[in-house]
């Protein structure tokens, strides 16, 4: 039964960590100031139990104090589901990215570590007959436990996250937690059954609560990579009713009008219509990351001899386009599901236009897409003639612009003409907003006809005054720039973009 509890116990803190990042991602991102804090504190906190358990151990070696430490362990795990959104969102604004991830990862994770990595060491107390074979004894218990953190981290990442949501994952490895207690000691037993059927019925209580927010407008899904919230809302100052998709802290990624599913209604996506300027006329587009798919379906509806090539990793994602954002196949639209520079790597066709919104927020950039190398993929991928159009977070200058002028810097190393826009205001140099880069080989020289593309070309920014060295897959200091940012409003001047 001792091995059962050790097993289970192993297994439930790799479920907890993983599950972990899905709870931090809505409101910290996914960066990796965020892995680094979340397998850094958890690491500690195992640390600190190991010692304190090895101690109580020694002292009291009776397995009833054993089945009390993971009975703990299964309501801290529970603990976590109960408080994870009101503690995010009272040290949101607390400072720093690293400050901010840290404090996070203490205050809901940090308990249920410490408990699991008591559980070891008092069981090898326990176990423990002669001296003879003590070092028998030790390593069979932490194999038993790394074998259970083993099936823990496959059964986490390839069905529970993709199956379940992310609270109701706690509930469950609660309840396995409350079993292991029993397995651990028999005492209690009215105890730990009715936490048992307690934290089954938070599980039940989870999916009716998930049913009913869908069917007031508001989806919380765990995808294979992502965490996506998709709600209904006004837009500020028409009243109109939109849908919108929020897959990172910071704004929103994706957004469509509920009486026009074609209609652009971001201000970045509108700035896309710059392909007519740049590339006019043009019968290939390559778009890297779907998103709600807005883009797209307002180029099938405008334009139409372009073919479209959508690569979206997430399969979850456009499960979520199609069911709630007007997604339906197309004859002109092909999707395709895999990484972008895996696709990039065995591009069949040569494109007009490359549209790159792969950036789930600022604090969510995957890097090897913001590199060098990957950059001459793209260039590859076009036809000599064609543009590349990146949507980002920055602002010009200042604090908020590193990450903008490396990214600037990498894009010259494989184009001739690279230009960027700011969205919103291109007088406020210190304004966090989003921005287009725009990069080819050959540009345009005519000013359009089109009033609005003359608007969006006014937002032309000049050049940055200093240099950044581009990033490269060998060193790309993204989460280092990002990272320089504050989580609060107040130091980063920004708008809703």
Not at 195 to 205: D, I, P, R
Request: with cysteine.
């Amino acid at each position: 039964m001792l091995h059962c509890c050790i097993f289970l116990c192993g297994a439930a803190l790799m479920i907890i960590e993983l599950t972990g990042s899905r709870i931090l991602a809505p409101f910290l991102g996914t960066s990796l100031v965020v892995w680094t804090s979340l397998i850094g504190i958890i690491l500690a906190s195992l640390s600190l139990g190991a010692w304190w358990g090895g101690i109580l151990a020694d002292r009291h070696p009776q397995p009833r104090l054993l089945g009390r430490i993971v009975l703990l362990s299964a309501w801290a795990t529970a603990a976590i589901g109960l408080s994870k959104t009101w503690v995010l969102e009272f040290l949101l604004g607390a400072g720093s990215l690293h400050t901010v991830a840290i404090a996070a990862t203490v205050a809901l994770f940090a308990p249920a570590a410490i408990l699991l990595g008591m559980v070891p060491p008092f069981a090898v107390r326990l176990c423990l007959e002669d001296r003879d074979h003590g070092g028998r004894t030790a390593g069979s218990l932490y194999a038993i436990s790394t074998v259970g953190s083993i099936v823990g981290t496959f059964l986490a990442g390839f069905v529970l996250i993709a199956w379940v949501g992310s609270t109701a994952i706690l509930f469950i490895t609660a309840a396995f937690l409350a079993l292991a207690s029993w397995l651990a000691d028999s005492s209690n037993r009215p105890l730990k059954g009715a936490s048992m059927v307690f934290f089954v019925l938070a599980v039940f209580f989870c999916r009716q609560q998930d049913h009913w927010l869908a069917q007031q407008g508001f989806i919380d899904r765990d995808t294979p990579y992502n965490r996506v919230l998709v709600y209904t809302g006004k837009e500020a100052g028409s009243d109109r009713m939109t849908r919108e998709m929020v897959t990172g802290p910071q704004g929103r990624q994706s957004a469509m009008y509920l009486d026009d599913i074609t209609e652009l209604v971001l201000p970045y996506t509108r700035f896309y219509r710059l392909v007519e300027y740049y590339r006019p006329g043009a019968r290939r587009m390559l778009v890297l990351g779907g998103g709600g798919y807005s883009f797209p379906k307002y180029a099938l509806a405008q334009y139409p001899e372009l073919q479209i090539d959508v690569v979206e990793l997430d399969p979850g994602i456009t499960d979520l386009a199609r069911s709630h954002f007007g997604l339906t196949d197309h004859p002109r639209l092909t999707i395709i599901e895999e990484d972008a520079r895996t696709f990039l790597k065995k591009v069949p066709n040569r494109y007009d236009v490359i549209l790159c919104d792969v950036f789930n927020s600022h604090y969510s950039i995957p890097f090897h897409l913001v590199t060098v190398e990957a950059i001459q993929l793209m260039r590859a991928a076009l036809k000599p003639e064609g543009v590349v159009l990146v949507n980002l977070l920055a602002a010009p200058e200042g604090v908020s612009s590193r990450f903008y002028k490396a990214l600037r810097a990498t894009f010259n190393t494989a184009f001739a003409s690279v230009e960027a826009f700011a969205v919103i205001d291109p007088v406020d140099r210190q304004l966090w907003q989003n921005m287009l880069l725009a990069a080819s080989n050959k540009p345009p020289v005519d000013m359009p006809k089109d009033p609005t593309l003359q608007r969006m070309l006014s937002h032309r920014l000049p050049a940055p005054r200093d240099s950044i060295a581009p990033f490269t897959d060998e060193y790309a200091p993204v989460d280092r720039y990002l990272g320089e940012l504050s989580l609060q409003a107040g130091p980063i001047k920004k708008k809703d973009s």
